[in-house]
């Protein structure tokens, strides 16, 4: 019974389709029917007393108003019939849905089920493959824009893009990473073993297993998607089987579109402090610029321990209030051994206003810009994110800047490129994350002293948390160089780690290689001298 209606429906449908056609077709032949001689030219000779050029003009503009009523009349029967049309879709779709969930679906209307988007989509990834650099290979303007390969065994990777690990080969941390790659492998087999490849290869008498896969090649196009070249053992020691599996990339997708308001978003700095007045100094000034003058909405909290030299920061911070009235000030002093994470916690807890607030755990020797400060509230959000940027740090600039007679000032400095410094993406000091996700989390780990391993202590809880983390360099954020001292009662595992960053920041590998060969260098430009001096 069922089957009988949906067929009649569909009948239904059709017929109306082609009535409307015809009618459509009948409309546009009356309309575009030409006049006969003799009315055109009764019509051309009715003007009267006026002269026939104006009447020809009357005439045409009579017949351009007649065509453009009649063109918008048959613009809204079109769309009548469109709607029309889509609403007897919508009712055929929810048909066979429903035909589809009982499961009588007449045979032959299995193709009708299936939505347009489904057809689209697998149009555009076979355009996605045919498209990316997977079969020929495509002009390039320089080999900058070449993009490598990694080549990969069931056990190691090895990559040209190391990340944080810096190794070179290793087995792939994350998870994912893991499973698309032996997933592509267990795919490959599936393909070498499945019948479409034994009708192909008669040849071949075994099956393949994964102790036949011998390496692979693949990368990413950011655009197009990820190609794998897999390489398998043959019958024999020379006979190899090569596969090629593409796995492309979607169109994109909006996830969430949403305006944010931060004109009522406080951000609270916290600062850890011991000594280093002058270096204190500079941060005010670079404070004042970009805090009050420009952004407005902060406080700042210091955290200072010990007594030596505290009255030059109070100095400091009463100064600023004089010049700038700027009071949004809190001064914490802790009679006890300096401790980075004890300094950012005390300062964290201290907060005893009702509302929540952002924080942002900086030093002292950090230069932050308007900018960054924008992103610090946009990248954080209690319940959901923490934001832990990654900043540039600055090399030696008695090194950088070795052949200038004066260094330039810090406003100059802050230049990123390769020469002048590098991403520390092995630090996680700097942060912004709500108050009251950081003690939901637990905070900072109050047993380490001095500095170092806290902010990873840290990082790791909101890791191993629900939140999300974003990490991604920042532009406006800076590590000023200073002279870095490593203490000899520190344990090794941190005095280690206080030389490898020492190490990092001095300098870039050309210009500690240009220092450690000085004197080959010189050698080499004094014969050169003399041998121009002879000729």
């Given at each position: 019974?069922?089957?009988?209606?949906?067929?009649?429906?569909?009948?239904?449908?059709?017929?109306?389709?082609?009535?409307?056609?015809?009618?459509?077709?009948?409309?546009?032949?009356?309309?575009?029917?030409?006049?006969?001689?003799?009315?055109?030219?009764?019509?051309?000779?009715?003007?009267?007393?006026?002269?026939?050029?104006?009447?020809?003009?009357?005439?045409?503009?009579?017949?351009?108003?007649?065509?453009?009523?009649?063109?918008?009349?048959?613009?809204?029967?079109?769309?009548?019939?469109?709607?029309?049309?889509?609403?007897?879709?919508?009712?055929?779709?929810?048909?066979?849905?429903?035909?589809?969930?009982?499961?009588?679906?007449?045979?032959?209307?299995?193709?009708?089920?299936?939505?347009?988007?489904?057809?689209?989509?697998?149009?555009?990834?076979?355009?996605?493959?045919?498209?990316?650099?997977?079969?020929?290979?495509?002009?390039?303007?320089?080999?900058?824009?070449?993009?490598?390969?990694?080549?990969?065994?069931?056990?190691?990777?090895?990559?040209?893009?190391?990340?944080?690990?810096?190794?070179?080969?290793?087995?792939?941390?994350?998870?994912?990473?893991?499973?698309?790659?032996?997933?592509?492998?267990?795919?490959?087999?599936?393909?070498?073993?499945?019948?479409?490849?034994?009708?192909?290869?008669?040849?071949?008498?075994?099956?393949?297993?994964?102790?036949?896969?011998?390496?692979?090649?693949?990368?990413?196009?950011?655009?197009?998607?990820?190609?794998?070249?897999?390489?398998?053992?043959?019958?024999?020691?020379?006979?190899?089987?090569?596969?090629?599996?593409?796995?492309?990339?979607?169109?994109?997708?909006?996830?969430?579109?949403?305006?944010?308001?931060?004109?009522?978003?406080?951000?609270?700095?916290?600062?850890?402090?011991?000594?280093?007045?002058?270096?204190?100094?500079?941060?005010?000034?670079?404070?004042?610029?970009?805090?009050?003058?420009?952004?407005?909405?902060?406080?700042?909290?210091?955290?200072?321990?010990?007594?030596?030299?505290?009255?030059?920061?109070?100095?400091?911070?009463?100064?600023?209030?004089?010049?700038?009235?700027?009071?949004?000030?809190?001064?914490?002093?802790?009679?006890?051994?300096?401790?980075r994470g004890r300094g950012l916690d005390v300062g964290a807890r201290a907060w005893k206003r009702s509302q929540n607030v952002l924080l942002f755990f900086c030093d002292v020797d950090i230069h932050f810009t308007a900018d960054f400060l924008t992103s610090c509230r946009l990248n954080a959000e209690p319940g959901k994110k923490a934001y832990y940027p990654v900043l540039f740090s600055q090399y030696n600039p008695s090194m950088v800047y070795s052949n200038q007679t004066r260094l330039p000032s810090v406003q100059q400095q802050l230049v990123m490129r390769k020469e002048t410094g590098f991403w520390r993406d092995f630090g996680f000091g700097m942060t912004c994350q709500y108050r009251s996700d950081f003690l939901n989390i637990g905070g900072f780990d109050r047993h380490i002293k001095g500095w170092g391993l806290e902010d990873v202590h840290l990082y790791r809880k909101y890791l191993h948390?629900?939140?999300?983390?974003?990490?991604?360099?920042?532009?406006?954020?800076?590590?000023?160089?200073?002279?870095?001292?490593?203490?000899?009662?520190?344990?090794?595992?941190?005095?280690?780690?206080?030389?490898?960053?020492?190490?990092?920041?001095?300098?870039?590998?050309?210009?500690?290689?240009?220092?450690?060969?000085?004197?080959?260098?010189?050698?080499?430009?004094?014969?050169?001298?003399?041998?121009?001096?002879?000729?």
């Amino acid at each position: 019974m069922f089957k009988r209606w949906l067929l009649a429906l569909l009948a239904r449908v059709g017929l109306i389709v082609l009535g409307l056609c015809c009618c459509l077709s009948l409309f546009y032949l009356l309309a575009c029917k030409p006049a006969s001689r003799g009315s055109q030219q009764s019509l051309l000779w009715s003007g009267g007393g006026a002269t026939s050029k104006e009447g020809y003009l009357a005439l045409l503009q009579e017949r351009e108003d007649s065509h453009r009523h009649y063109i918008n009349s048959l613009t809204k029967q079109i769309a009548q019939l469109k709607e029309a049309l889509q609403e007897r879709t919508r009712q055929l779709q929810e048909s066979l849905d429903k035909a589809k969930t009982r499961g009588i679906l007449p045979q032959g209307l299995e193709s009708l089920h299936k939505t347009p988007t489904q057809i689209d989509l697998k149009d555009f990834l076979r355009s996605q493959l045919n498209q990316a650099e997977v079969i020929s290979g495509v002009p390039l303007p320089s080999e900058y824009a070449a993009i490598p390969f990694d080549t990969f065994t069931l056990r190691r990777v090895y990559q040209l893009e190391t990340g944080l690990t810096r190794h070179p080969e290793e087995r792939p941390v994350r998870k994912d990473r893991r499973d698309e790659l032996v997933g592509t492998v267990e795919t490959a087999l599936h393909v070498l073993n499945g019948p479409q490849q034994h009708a192909d290869d008669t040849r071949r008498k075994r099956a393949y297993a994964p102790s036949d896969f011998i390496e692979g090649l693949t990368r990413t196009e950011r655009d197009r998607g990820t190609v794998y070249e897999l390489t398998f053992k043959g019958d024999g020691p020379r006979d190899f089987t090569q596969l090629v599996l593409f796995r492309p990339f979607g169109p994109v997708m909006t996830v969430k579109s949403e305006s944010v308001d931060t004109r009522g978003t406080l951000i609270n700095i916290i600062v850890p402090l011991s000594k280093r007045p002058d270096t204190f100094r500079q941060f005010i000034n670079n404070f004042r610029e970009v805090c009050i003058r420009q952004d407005g909405r902060v406080h700042l909290t210091v955290v200072y321990f010990g007594r030596d030299q505290i009255d030059r920061v109070k100095a400091e911070l009463d100064q600023t209030t004089r010049e700038t009235r700027f009071r949004s000030f809190t001064l914490i002093q802790l009679n006890e051994e300096f401790s980075r994470g004890r300094g950012l916690d005390v300062g964290a807890r201290a907060w005893k206003r009702s509302q929540n607030v952002l924080l942002f755990f900086c030093d002292v020797d950090i230069h932050f810009t308007a900018d960054f400060l924008t992103s610090c509230r946009l990248n954080a959000e209690p319940g959901k994110k923490a934001y832990y940027p990654v900043l540039f740090s600055q090399y030696n600039p008695s090194m950088v800047y070795s052949n200038q007679t004066r260094l330039p000032s810090v406003q100059q400095q802050l230049v990123m490129r390769k020469e002048t410094g590098f991403w520390r993406d092995f630090g996680f000091g700097m942060t912004c994350q709500y108050r009251s996700d950081f003690l939901n989390i637990g905070g900072f780990d109050r047993h380490i002293k001095g500095w170092g391993l806290e902010d990873v202590h840290l990082y790791r809880k909101y890791l191993h948390s629900k939140l999300m983390v974003i990490r991604s360099p920042s532009r406006g954020l800076f590590h000023l160089w200073h002279e870095k001292n490593c203490a000899d009662e520190l344990p090794p595992d941190k005095y280690r780690m206080c030389m490898q960053t020492k190490a990092m920041s001095e300098a870039s590998h050309g210009q500690l290689g240009e220092l450690f060969f000085k004197r080959e260098i010189e050698a080499h430009l004094s014969s050169q001298k003399q041998r121009n001096s002879r000729t």
